[in-house]
T-cell receptor, first 111, second 115 residues
Framework: GQQVMQIPQYQHVQEGEDFTTYCNSS?????IQWYKQRPGGHPVFLIQ?????EVKKQKRLTFQFGEAKKNSSLHITATQTTDVGTYFC???????????FGKGTHLIIQP | NAGVTQTPKFRILKIGQSMTLQCAQD?????MYWYRQDPGMGLKLIYY???????DKGEVPNGYNVSRSTTEDFPLRLELAAPSQTSVYFC??????????????FGSGTRLTVV
């Protein structure tokens, strides 16, 4: 099935600094989703990217899908304590057989 | 509208015991999934279902069984629990898999410890 590598595994930032996590695949992806999981919580869907070169924004979050549809990134501008958690990318094979999740990037914010 | 409800939230099992993790959704979603998440790791697919009466194996199905007798319920059965099954189990559901898509809705999870 599809495999995705997500980096970095951990990211420590000072509150107010920016944060970026990357998701890379060796194969072309049909689409990619991003999820956020707060400590002790469950994953929550953030967004889906479908088109080559697509850029979507949600307030301070910017999501990009690479031109070759093999990589994606999530960028948070001016982090806040509410951004703490693990950010996962997830990809599908195009069918109903479930998403494959990356290992996630743990965002730790120091006040 | 409760979304996806998982019970129990926590459970401690002894090696060799069995249990059923319950999952119910009230959103009339066709697609349902069971994932496990080990500490600090991503989620691995155990089983999935595309509708009532239809189930299929995911990446890590050994030691587990599922059934889908109704659209709403998708229980996960652990037989002969082993320490390797200590994990957090998430049930998820989805209305569709096409585009556009609102992603999976996850339950709050069951934290299982096998001792």
């Amino acid at each position: 099935g599809q495999q995705v590598m997500q980096i970095p595994q951990y990211q420590h930032v000072q509150e107010g600094e920016d944060f970026t996590t990357y998701c890379n695949s060796s194969t072309t992806l049909s689409n990619i989703q991003w999820y956020k999981q707060r400590p002790g919580g469950h994953p929550v869907f953030l967004i889906q990217l479908v088109k080559s070169g697509e850029v979507k924004k949600q307030k301070r979050l910017t999501f990009q899908f690479g031109e070759a549809k093999k990589n994606s990134s999530l960028h948070i501008t001016a982090t806040q304590t509410t951004d703490v958690g693990t950010y996962f990318c997830a990809v599908s094979g195009g069918g109903a057989d479930g998403l494959t999740f990356g290992k996630g990037t743990h965002l730790i914010i120091q006040p | 509208n409760a979304g996806v409800t998982q019970t129990p939230k926590f459970r401690i099992l002894k090696i060799g015991q069995s249990m059923t993790l319950q999952c119910a959704q009230d959103m009339n979603h066709n697609y349902m999934y069971w994932y496990r998440q080990d500490p600090g790791m991503g989620l691995k697919l155990i089983y999935y279902s595309v509708g009532a009466g239809i189930t299929d194996k995911g990446e890590v199905p050994n030691g587990y069984n599922v059934s889908r007798s109704t659209t709403e319920d998708f229980p996960l059965r652990l037989e002969l629990a082993a320490p390797s099954q200590t994990s957090v189990y998430f049930c998820a559901s989805s209305y569709s898999i096409g585009v556009p898509w609102d992603g999976y809705t996850f339950g709050s999870g069951t934290r299982l410890t096998v001792v």
